[in-house]
């Protein structure tokens, strides 16, 4: 490239400098052929751009976009060096006259995907946020925890949004995007909200291990405290939403030690069953003056005792 671009002090002879002209002329039309390839990619895939698994819809069909432009802008930037006879030509002219409307167009498609994230931001982070901490699962007694997934696509947009932003310009002038404030507002508390989902996810799971575990001759001997877990979910069900930061510690730390004081009983109410089955089991299978379950081999005459049953070996 260097060679072609600026002939390294070897333009002293005709034949040479004709040669270089035709080098760099050849880099226009790479350039030209590149950016009809870049036309094309971005008119069949700018209504589904490349996904990547991680990103959120808006931000990934920005960086999306943001790779086109670079594609386009930076060999650019080396192109203008190029000498005055080959960038005159109507190859050339058409060639940058193409990359100038192509930059444009990826500029316009950027704003508009953004512009059209950030109408949404305000309804989003208001509306969801006053949806009650937990809900039950249609058709049954089990819980889920209610944080909208909106709201987490919401936050993970401006997590990549500001890294958008730290990695340099978006577009060749356009300094970094503008986050409206009530996104911002809603990522300042992000570690919060994240720390209250984990937390309420750890009641619920062992609320419902409760739930699918629990036995029907269990029940009555647990039932109050059922009763009362359930008083306190109701909170958490109907009164509080995500706004209320200065109440959600306080239910989550009544819940869970109320939830896992019941869990602690019925597990340990669960192995002592077990326990004892065990022990039965060892108790018949060393039995053998007395079997409870007499093997083949066993021919057992009951006898009108009260105090003893003979059983003799065949």
Not at 82 to 103: I, P, Y
Not at 216 to 222: F, L, T
Not at 297 to 305: P, Q, R
Request: aromatic share 8%.
């Amino acid at each position: 490239y260097q060679r072609r671009v600026h002939g390294e002090g070897i333009l002293e002879r005709s034949a040479i400098h004709e040669e270089w002209i035709k080098m760099q002329a050849d880099l226009i039309r790479t350039y030209a052929a590149d950016l009809l390839l870049v036309q094309e990619i971005f008119t069949e895939y700018k209504d589904n751009p490349a996904m990547y698994s991680s990103m959120p819809p808006t931000a990934c069909a920005m960086l999306w976009c943001k790779g086109l432009i670079e594609r386009i802008s930076e060999p650019l930037t080396r192109l203008t060096g190029l000498h005055r006879q080959v960038l005159e030509t109507q190859e050339a002219k058409q060639a940058m006259l193409l990359s100038d409307k192509l930059l444009q167009v990826l500029q316009e498609y950027q704003q508009t995907k953004y512009a059209a994230w950030a109408a949404q931001v305000g309804n989003i982070s208001v509306d969801k946020l006053k949806q009650n901490l937990l809900r039950r699962e249609d058709g049954t007694r089990l819980l889920l925890v209610n944080f909208d997934p909106h709201l987490v696509r919401l936050l993970r947009e401006v997590n990549y949004i500001e890294k958008l932003n730290s990695s340099g310009p978006v577009a060749a002038g356009d300094g970094n995007w503008v986050i409206p404030q009530q996104a911002l507002n809603l990522n300042k508390n992000s570690e919060m909200f994240r720390t209250y989902i984990l937390a309420l996810e750890l009641i619920v799971g062992t609320y419902n291990g409760i739930i699918d575990t629990l036995l029907p001759v269990e029940q009555p001997m647990v039932s109050q405290e059922l009763d009362k877990i359930n008083q306190e979910l109701e909170v958490g069900l109907k009164l509080l939403d995500w706004n209320a930061h200065d109440k959600i510690t306080e239910f989550i730390a009544s819940t869970n030690h109320s939830v896992t004081a019941l869990d602690t009983v019925l597990k340990t109410l669960k192995n002592s069953i077990l326990d004892i089955q065990d022990s039965l089991k060892q108790f018949t299978d060393a039995d053998n003056f007395l079997p409870l379950r007499p093997k083949a081999s066993f021919v057992c005459l009951y006898t009108w005792t009260p105090t003893h049953v003979l059983c003799v070996d065949t």
